[in-house]
């Protein structure tokens, strides 16, 4: 199968700020199934409010990694306050759930997170030689993640 070959992805294109960078770094990702449908409809409200972007910050602008923080505080305490969880949680410990989980019951390469969470993606052969952004190595690893999603964490909740 050559380049020209290789299918074709719905893509969310997020900017990465975190490390040292100057300027964000531009992290596409393959949007399927269920997530493509739900973008579908965030894009519409986007369009209608007269925005390019699915998450503002008053409607107006892209929110900050301040942002994301605050709010999954605010929803942390609200699910504890109701009895929802056993104990608060931050924005850095989804992320490394999110990474234990494809690492360990998905078995998604180290490699593969690396290049679907945006990060050990600095060194020489990353700045210097791949160019590639890895959408086949992405989808399998989001695939997989929706799947689970879609029946393991089901069966877990009845």
Do not use: C
């Not at 989804?94 to 490699?111: C, F, V």
């Amino acid at each position: 199968m050559g380049a020209h070959d290789a299918p074709e992805y719905a893509q969310l294109v997020l900017w990465d700020p975190k490390g040292k960078r100057e300027e964000p770094r531009r992290h596409p990702l393959p949007v399927l199934g269920e997530t493509a449908q739900l973008l579908n409809v965030m894009a519409q409200r986007a369009k209608q409010s007269g925005t390019e972007f699915l998450f503002t910050r008053a409607g107006a602008k892209p929110p900050g990694a301040a942002d994301a923080s605050q709010y999954i505080n605010k929803l942390s305490k609200q699910m504890f306050a109701a009895g929802k969880v056993a104990e608060l949680f931050k924005a850095g410990a989804i992320r490394s759930t999110i990474e234990t989980i494809l690492g360990e019951r998905l078995k998604i390469s180290k490699d593969a997170r690396a290049q679907l969470l945006s990060h050990g993606l600095s060194g020489v052969q990353d700045r210097h030689y791949d160019a590639g952004e890895h959408m086949d190595t992405k989808a399998e690893a989001l695939a997989k993640w929706e799947h689970w999603l879609a029946q393991d964490v089901r069966k877990e909740a009845t």
